[in-house]
């Protein structure tokens, strides 16, 4: 089997993995660096949607306090405080190098200087952004400054595990496959940075792209590594619906919401009334997926199964010039945004959870570093719009410093257990030997129907329950899966989509297990035999570690309130 | 929206096993779809391959227009299949098959190695002209904002370079996406590479035949075919202008009796950002190898500058390819008409017909033929000829331009396009690429 080694690996091309990579570049260009990514160079992954923009203080009179005190409330008080606090803090050089050094350049006043817009639940208006499609610009960016730099891109590769030493408590590089030759290699490094993005594409309706399948997440799970809120899955209220299409759930964004668009149900009723009267849609996403999704289940569903949003009243032209890409892309399935209601459903969007990392982004195993959604804690129960991509700046950023640090040291690469690899890999082509057995397609498909009736938006006890054991069920018959028909190994995409369904049913069982354990309702969490939120039953994260049956073992403790208390948490 | 009767389409899509190889081939499939206004190719291709062949390959990854990923010749034009809906297709057929001149990894999976190594070879990377701690105090209304307006939104799909005619016809063409990004950073006053890239360019900008087919194909509706032009005008105005302070080196270069030929002075109505030529900062990060490609390009790029014209492609040697618009007696003097012109183009995989209209001017005096792109040169929209007002006129910003070619009003930034005419044997040919 081919092997790399280097001193750097990155495992993912996001907004994490690309700030990292070149943080880690100039911090010393000495370096060796490898990113293993998925997609084609610079096209996989949520950074690269990012519609609504990047959260930062720009402006003297907003300050880093107030963007903290604005997160830890989105995040209902449960966040890692020290890892917001440093979200907030770095967001600022972050967001000036994107534009000095990277070329970056975001939508300006009419005097020139950086513009910033409202978002929903910030105090101030502080979101950087480039028209609505302010992730192709930091992307496209970034990646061209990747280019540039001396660091090695391997396209189109998937990582498939994280490889550990014999004591399982360093990690020494991850075994991954070339998706276009359909060949194993191993990378072995230093250092290992997972940046995948999570990406909860293991419900009905999703936000990301198809390409992301929880692959970060499942892979630091397997390896043993710490993770944290993992109950914590963020709905966006508005995931177009377009029956039957693989468009489905892409999103409409908040910022419509926020110029003042509204929702109805079947009865034409703006529902908001009756759940948040005050805020009505400009409320938090958790409270207005789960108003929608309570509506729908309630029967007040419109024609398409979702309810229907309202945005012509705010005038055709004034839409069509503040939300083109919004726009263009209802226009392009018939539907008119800028005068008409739009059929939307609250979709599966973003990962508050993940593996546990300081603000050095060290996780729970050596040699192993964590940046973006794929580690938890800085959003707690509720992430605000534009601290996604953010965060995944943020901590890719100091990421690679860490790294680059990290490698002042400890500049030995170590050698991965051979048997380990020969073992996994024998596990992953399985399923070309048999002749009989279920397909991958039908078993994700079961999988995203059960997760979203079982452990969406609205959950009880009963059918979390039941999801644990259906989890196993089907991961049962993932192991008997054949793939006669699909071809060689080469570009075998229903074979890559098999393999998608091990890190989705490890995720699907940090979520529902994690779901089980918080019996109260909080943020994106919410329980319908436990409707309130209730801050007597004490501020905690639920911690887990995979156990030996594969199970996770959970354990909860008090959140670490070092800067500011839930003076004022509202629902 | 909703309520269309189901339908059944003959979708043929191009196979090709790289476990076999060969030259690949047509399968083909029928599928029934509920709602085609509702169906994307892209959904078309996940359901043939769930539901009648799991060993379909092609591409994609976000599934509405923003990664790029999922490019290809859909109907004989190239188009992203999350963006393409099934209802728009006109035709009981659906031919789907992968980008040209890119090398196939699998059915509709290209190698897309070709299109990065060229965007890089055009050095198409911002680099600070200077330190900066603050991002630079830049208007939205200024000029180099609106020269390059929504052309960073590039989603490098590689659409524009598979109907480009010319990209594979000269190894050092960087071709329409590469040379936009370089337009871009060109035009942006922060950037500090502006001669290296301008000298990395240059020569490129005179393969394009100005076929415009780039910009129609483009799905973020860019125009590859404005930024080559204002890369061409800025040259000629930087570094052929006499008593220009740019690139002393390139200008000793020169032959001596070098001024810029007529035709590449730039037009009044330039696009050249009021910006002072930066001075370079430090190269520590630049690869060695790009210092000396420069030399030598910047030598074959002035060779190329001296001896074109801006619409003198001829000037280089190619397969010369005339074109019959008709009987020269259909166009008589005094007059302005429409025609249209058909010919087969060949490239990786097919010969395909471009048909486009073009408009033929036989002016009394002297007595000759103009025959004009029909293309406005502002964002490339299709011009028509009005009788009345005996304009050009272009509907999409309201260029207007003479019967002589040249702007009247709005906002086209140089004269219409013209192409090379010969009259044989009664009938008037133009030269296509
Ligand atoms: C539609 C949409 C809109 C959004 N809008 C906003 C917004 O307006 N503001 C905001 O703040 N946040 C927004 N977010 C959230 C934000 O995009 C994400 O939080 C953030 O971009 C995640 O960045 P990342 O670098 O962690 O991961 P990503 O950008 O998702 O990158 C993940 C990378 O990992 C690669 N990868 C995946 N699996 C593997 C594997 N096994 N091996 C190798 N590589 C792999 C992928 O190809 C990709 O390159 C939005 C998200 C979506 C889906
Ligand atoms: S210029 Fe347009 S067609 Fe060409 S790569 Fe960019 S987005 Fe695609
Ligand atoms: S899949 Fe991303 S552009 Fe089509």
Not at chain 1, 22 to 44: C, E, M, R, W, Y
Not at chain 1, 89 to 94: R, V
Not at chain 1, 224 to 231: A, L, N, Q
Request: hydrophobic share 40%; charged share 25%.
């Amino acid at each position: 089997m081919k092997k790399i080694r280097t001193d750097i690996l990155i495992i993912g091309m996001g907004g994490a993995a690309q700030l990292a990579a070149l943080n880690a570049f100039d911090a010393n260009p000495d370096l060796n660096i490898v990113i293993v990514t998925k997609a084609l160079q610079g096209k996989g992954g949520c950074s690269r949607m990012v519609q609504g923009g990047f959260n930062v203080v720009l402006n003297s009179a907003d300050s880093h306090e107030k963007h903290l005190r604005d997160t830890l409330k989105g995040g209902q008080y449960i966040n890692n405080q020290e890892l917001a606090k440093t979200l907030v803090e770095q967001a600022t050089p972050t967001i000036k190098e994107m534009e000095t050094r990277y070329g970056c350049f975001f939508d300006r006043y009419p005097d020139g200087t950086v513009h910033q817009k409202p978002f929903a639940g910030q105090s101030f208006d502080r979101t950087v952004h480039k028209g609505d499609l302010t992730g192709i610009e930091i992307i496209s960016r970034t990646t061209e400054q990747i280019m540039k730099r001396d660091i090695r891109i391997l396209e189109e590769c998937r990582a498939l595990d994280l490889l550990a030493d014999t004591t399982g408590r360093e990690i020494v590089g991850a075994l991954c496959v070339d998706i276009k030759q359909g060949d194993f290699f191993v990378v072995e490094a230093a250092a290992t940075l997972v940046a995948t993005g999570g990406g909860p594409t293991s419900y009905r309706f999703f936000a990301p792209g198809p390409e992301k399948t929880l692959d970060g997440m499942g892979m630091l799970y397997r390896a043993g590594v710490r993770m944290v809120d993992m109950e914590m899955l963020q709905f966006h209220p508005t995931g177009l619906i377009v029956p039957g299409s693989v468009v489905a759930g892409s999103l409409l964004e908040e910022g419509l919401r926020g110029a003042g668009a509204y929702m109805l149900n079947s009865l034409g009723e703006r529902y908001m009334q009756r759940y948040d009267p005050v805020k009505m849609e400009r409320t938090t996403r958790d409270v207005m997926s789960r108003s929608s999704f309570l509506e729908m289940m309630a029967g007040r569903d419109c024609e398409h199964g979702g309810v229907d949003m309202m945005a012509a009243h705010l005038g055709a032209e004034f839409v069509e010039k503040n939300f083109p890409g919004m726009y263009t892309r209802c226009k392009l399935f018939g539907y008119d945004l800028a005068r008409k209601p739009v059929p939307v459903s609250p979709a599966a969007h973003f990962m508050m959870g993940g593996a546990v990392i300081d603000t050095a982004c060290h996780t729970s195993l050596e040699r192993l570093f964590a940046a973006g959604e794929d580690a938890g804690g800085v959003h707690g129960a509720n992430r605000l719009g534009g601290n996604g991509i953010a965060d995944s700046c943020v901590y890719g950023r100091q990421a690679g410093k860490s790294m680059a640090q990290y490698l002042k040291q400890e500049r030995g690469i170590p050698q991965a257990d051979e048997r380990q690899i020969e073992h996994l890999a024998a596990n992953y082509l399985a399923p070309f030997a048999r002749t009989s057995g279920p397909s991958p397609l039908t078993l994700r498909d079961e999988l995203r129907e059960m997760n979203w009736t079982h452990v969406g938006i609205a959950r009880t006890e009963e059918k979390l329950q039941q999801a644990i054991d259906i989890i196993e069920k089907i991961h049962e018959e993932v192991l008997m899966v054949q793939l006669t028909g699909t071809g060689g190994r080469a570009y075998n995409m229903v074979w890559q989509d098999w393999i998608a369904l091990f890190n989705m049913l490890d995720v699907s069982r940090m979520i529902s297990a994690s779901a089980l354990q918080r019996q109260e309702t909080r943020g994106a969490h919410f329980r319908l035999d436990y409707p309130k939120q209730d801050d007597r039953y004490g501020l905690f994260n639920i911690f887990l570690n995979r156990g030996a049956n594969g199970k996770p073992i959970l354990e909860k403790r008090p959140v670490a309130l070092k800067y500011m208390r839930p003076t004022d948490v509202v629902n | 929206m909703a309520n269309h009767a189901p339908k059944t389409r003959i979708i043929k899509v191009f196979r090709y096993d790289p476990a076999v190889g060969g030259p690949g081939h047509f399968d083909r499939f029928e599928l029934k779809t509920d709602d085609e206004s509702l169906t994307t190719i892209l959904d078309v291709l996940i359901r043939l391959q769930k539901t009648q062949d799991l060993s379909l390959a092609f591409r994609y990854a976000c599934r509405v227009s923003m990664c790029g990923s999922c490019g290809m010749v859909i109907n004989g034009r190239e188009a992203l299949a999350c963006k393409t809906i099934l209802a728009d297709l006109k035709g009981e057929e659906v031919t789907i098959r992968p980008l040209n001149h890119f090398p196939v990894v699998k059915d509709l999976v290209v190698d897309m190695e070709p299109f990065f190594r060229k965007y890089e070879e055009g050095l198409t990377y911002f680099h600070a002209a200077r330190e900066r701690s603050e991002p630079a105090i830049i208007r939205p209304d200024s000029r180099e904002r609106r020269v390059i307006e929504s052309s960073t939104e590039c989603i490098a799909c590689g659409c524009c370079v598979s109907s480009c005619t010319m990209a594979n016809w000269h190894k050092d063409y960087l071709g329409p996406a590469a040379l936009n990004r370089v337009f871009t950073l060109l035009a942006d006053s922060r950037d500090g590479l502006h001669e290296e890239r301008l000298a990395r360019s240059l020569g490129s900008c005179y393969h394009c035949r100005t076929e415009l087919n780039c910009t129609e194909v483009c799905p973020k509706e860019i125009s590859a075919t404005r930024a080559i032009k204002y890369i061409q005008r800025l040259a000629a105005k930087e570094v052929l202008k006499p008593g220009s302070t740019v690139r002393s080196d390139l200008r000793e270069l020169m032959p001596p009796q070098s001024t810029a030929p007529a035709a590449l002075t730039p037009e009044p109505e330039d696009l050249l950002p009021a910006v002072p030529p930066p001075t370079l900062a430090s190269r520590r990060e630049f690869l060695s190898r790009t210092t000396l490609g420069i030399a030598a390009l910047t030598i074959v790029f002035l060779g190329g500058v001296l001896a074109a014209t801006a619409l003198a492609p001829t000037l280089r040697k190619r397969p010369e390819k005339w074109v019959d618009v008709g009987q020269a007696e259909d166009f008589p003097a005094g007059s302005v008409k429409t025609a249209q012109i058909r010919y087969p183009v060949k490239d990786g995989f097919y010969e395909s017909t471009v048909s486009k209209p073009v408009f033929v001017s036989h002016q009394e005096n002297p007595d000759q033929f103009t025959v004009f792109n029909s293309r406005c040169t502002h964002l490339g929209c299709m011009l028509h000829w009005d009788d009345g007002k005996n304009l050009f006129i272009c509907d999409c910003h309201g260029g207007q331009f003479k019967p002589d070619g040249v702007v009247k009003a709005g906002p086209p930034p140089r004269s219409m396009d013209r192409y090379l005419t010969m009259v044989q044997d009664g009938h008037l040919f133009v030269q296509e690429a």
